[in-house]
């Protein structure tokens, strides 16, 4: 059992308990030793949890005290901070700039215990990220996307030829290589993935796709797992 995890049962057993609780008592719980119970609890009573008692005697939390409504173990605070660090690589600044305030709101209602686990969570990311995207905004986009508003943008292909298209966008795809924008074309008349550093021009239309949008995602879903 991780350590912080360990730490929260202890909580969890003095919350329940009508009476003192003693280390012998919780270590059998938790199977754990008594002196890992005792170094746990002094641990706790450092970051100020309000427990009462001492050896040999059993220990007490004053009522009142409550966990924050925010629970995590060590692991899943680990997934949120690497996940966090990972959407640096997208070349977006809307999500970065999302994952940088995540942080901030989860490092806030975290116990002392977390808190300093998350932000300093000894993982890193490689840097390595798309192009720069144009003149589109990748916010404008995932907007679009939400609000199944169609798109009408001028794209350069891999020859250099721009075509102006109107397109239902779907979904976005975030590579090393180039971030995508997959939708429905309307002058091709198929799925095509766009590379947003392509896109030289972009305005989202008042033009709703939402009468075709399960369909659409459904279409492009079924094209993405062929294989």
């Given at each position: 059992?991780?350590?912080?995890?360990?730490?929260?049962?202890?909580?969890?057993?003095?919350?329940?308990?009508?009476?003192?609780?003693?280390?012998?008592?919780?270590?059998?719980?938790?199977?754990?030793?008594?002196?890992?119970?005792?170094?746990?609890?002094?641990?706790?009573?450092?970051?100020?949890?309000?427990?009462?008692?001492?050896?040999?005697?059993?220990?007490?939390?004053?009522?009142?005290?409550?966990?924050?409504?925010?629970?995590?173990?060590?692991?899943?605070?680990?997934?949120?901070?690497?996940?966090?660090?990972?959407?640096?690589?997208?070349?977006?600044?809307?999500?970065?700039?999302?994952?940088?305030?995540?942080?901030?709101?989860?490092?806030?209602?975290?116990?002392?215990?977390?808190?300093?686990?998350?932000?300093?969570?000894?993982?890193?990311?490689?840097?390595?990220?798309?192009?720069?995207?144009?003149?589109?905004?990748?916010?404008?986009?995932?907007?679009?996307?939400?609000?199944?508003?169609?798109?009408?943008?001028?794209?350069?292909?891999l020859k250099g030829a721009t075509s102006t298209r109107t397109i239902c966008p779907v979904?976005?795809?975030?590579?090393?290589?180039?971030?995508?924008?997959?939708?429905?074309?309307?002058?091709?008349?198929?799925?095509?993935?766009?590379?947003?550093?392509?896109?030289?021009?972009?305005?989202?239309?008042?033009?709703?796709?939402?009468?075709?949008?399960?369909?659409?995602?459904?279409?492009?879903?079924?094209?993405?797992?062929?294989?």
């Amino acid at each position: 059992m991780r350590r912080a995890d360990r730490l929260f049962d202890i909580i969890q057993v003095l919350r329940l308990a009508r009476t003192p609780v003693t280390a012998a008592a919780i270590a059998e719980e938790l199977e754990v030793t008594p002196r890992t119970v005792y170094r746990d609890i002094a641990t706790l009573q450092a970051r100020r949890v309000p427990i009462d008692g001492e050896a040999g005697i059993g220990y007490v939390l004053r009522r009142g005290f409550e966990l924050p409504p925010l629970m995590l173990t060590e692991e899943e605070v680990e997934a949120v901070a690497v996940g966090m660090r990972l959407l640096r690589r997208t070349g977006d600044p809307g999500l970065e700039a999302a994952a940088r305030n995540v942080l901030t709101k989860l490092a806030a209602a975290m116990p002392d215990i977390l808190r300093e686990h998350l932000i300093s969570v000894p993982f890193h990311v490689a840097t390595g990220r798309p192009p720069e995207p144009g003149p589109v905004d990748p916010s404008a986009i995932r907007a679009a996307i939400r609000s199944t508003r169609k798109m009408r943008i001028d794209y350069v292909d891999l020859k250099g030829a721009t075509s102006t298209r109107t397109i239902c966008p779907v979904a976005m795809e975030y590579h090393v290589q180039a971030t995508l924008i997959c939708a429905w074309c309307e002058l091709r008349n198929d799925y095509r993935h766009f590379r947003a550093d392509r896109i030289v021009g972009a305005q989202v239309l008042e033009d709703s796709f939402a009468s075709a949008a399960s369909q659409l995602t459904a279409g492009w879903l079924a094209l993405t797992q062929v294989g």
